[in-house]
């Protein structure tokens, strides 16, 4: 597997993914369409028109679920039990149709876990940025992960 075992993490390391994807009007309209979410700001254009923004924003749980994604590969691919929870999760600029995001991940902690001998908890920070070079999202998440095999 791609993904990095426990003992791989080292905290303060700091991946820099090079996948990087643009956002289209498709990709936001189906994720608000499949999520129920009926917020005109993300689907209607009149409606976005009249906002500050002038036109729809791209629903920040996409965006979220992008920045995270696109970490996976280089780091919890088959090796991640599962997330175990995220916090301090902030949208500091909006996204729109047409940006582009990369990611980063930054490894804030570890430590070993109390009820598994075999996995431990890494504590990551994941950064997407826009071309703009502009923060668009940022979120501390808690993944659960398998030691390497003994």
Not at 45 to 64: D, I, Q
Not at 138 to 148: D, G, L, N, P, S
Request: charged fraction near 20%; include cysteine; hydrophobic fraction near 35%.
């Amino acid at each position: 597997m791609a993904g990095l075992y426990f003992e791989e993490f080292e905290i303060g390391q700091v991946f820099e993914h090079s996948l990087t994807r643009t956002v289209t009007e498709m990709d936001n309209f189906m994720f608000t369409a499949m999520t129920h979410n009926p917020q005109p700001l993300h689907l209607d254009y009149e409606f976005a028109s009249k906002t500050e923004f002038g036109k729809p924003l791209v629903n920040s749980l996409f965006t979220l679920g992008l920045v995270i994604g696109v970490s996976v590969h280089d780091t919890t691919l088959g090796t991640t039990i599962g997330n175990l929870g995220m916090t301090d999760v902030k949208f500091p600029n909006p996204v729109f149709h047409g940006d582009t995001i990369r990611s980063t991940t930054e490894v804030a902690s570890k430590r070993e876990s109390k009820s598994r001998p075999t996995a431990g908890i890494v504590e990551f920070i994941h950064r997407g940025i826009n071309q703009r070079d502009e923060v668009v999202a940022i979120c501390t998440r808690q993944a659960f992960m398998r030691k390497r095999p003994t």
